[in-house]
């Protein structure tokens, strides 16, 4: 069975920095394209980054300049680290595959960051 | 990178349809092929039940159908049952590697 597994939300103070990881099992994280996606409270879905089977990566301009995504294949997860944290990025953050038709066929279960003083 | 507009809310009562429209540009719904929508119960996470336009992943009953005009997506969901009340969000492809999703719909089963 595939499962995709987030840790490391929590509650973060406004300019900090956290760092997200989603755990595969059953899919192989460096052969597939993998995302973050998040959801405000009460809000919609956001893309927010992923990365390409290749290595190349991509983010959203909301997070942009802040915020790096990576993979560790030896312990088949992939990461999300994210600095300089505001209010608007509170928000549960969901790991996601993207297969080859453009949409996101995989998801965890998410893992909830709040943002306060 | 603006989200693509849905309805905020619809309904219908068991058995009835309901369309949920999806707006967007185009460089997204408009250009390419690559909508999809997504189910989300409260708490959930989203799951997929229509990619590239029309198709549905195995398992996703033929009670919910995807189409596109121009730059408007729609999905319908025919013979609503309770389990139907949920979110619905679409996303399309960007281009330059960017995904958007709509600004989601509450579907409520009366």
């Known amino acids: 069975e595939v499962q995709l597994v987030e840790s490391g939300g929590g509650l973060i103070q406004p300019g900090g920095s956290l760092r997200l990881s989603c755990a595969a099992s059953?899919?192989?994280?460096?052969?597939?394209?993998m995302n973050w996606v998040r959801q405000a409270p009460g809000k919609g879905l956001e893309w927010v980054s992923g990365?390409?089977?290749?290595?190349?990566?991509h983010y959203a301009d909301s997070v942009k300049g802040r915020s790096t995504i990576s993979r560790d294949n030896s312990k088949n997860t992939l990461d999300l680290l994210l600095h300089n944290l505001r209010a608007e990025d509170a928000a549960v953050y969901f790991c996601a595959r993207k297969d080859y038709s453009e949409a996101f066929d995989i998801w965890g279960q998410g893992t909830r960051v709040t943002v306060s003083s | 990178q603006s989200a693509l507009t849905q309805p905020p809310s619809a309904s219908g009562s068991p058995g009835q349809s309901v369309t949920i429209s999806c707006t967007g540009t185009?460089?997204?719904?408009?250009?390419?092929?690559?909508v999809s929508w997504y189910q989300q119960h409260p708490g959930k996470a989203p799951k997929l039940i229509i990619y590239?336009?029309?198709k549905r992943p195995s398992g996703v009953p033929d009670r919910f159908f995807g189409f596109k005009s121009g730059n408007t997506a729609s999905l319908t969901v025919s013979g609503l049952q309770a389990e139907d009340e949920a979110d619905y969000y679409c996303n399309s492809y960007a281009g330059s590697n960017y995904y958007v999703f709509g600004t989601g719909t509450k579907v409520t089963v009366l």
């Open positions: 590239e336009v029309t």
């Open positions: 185009s460089s997204d719904i408009g250009a390419y092929n690559y």
């Open positions: 990365i390409y089977r290749g290595g190349s990566v």
């Open positions: 059953g899919l192989t994280v460096s052969d597939n394209y």
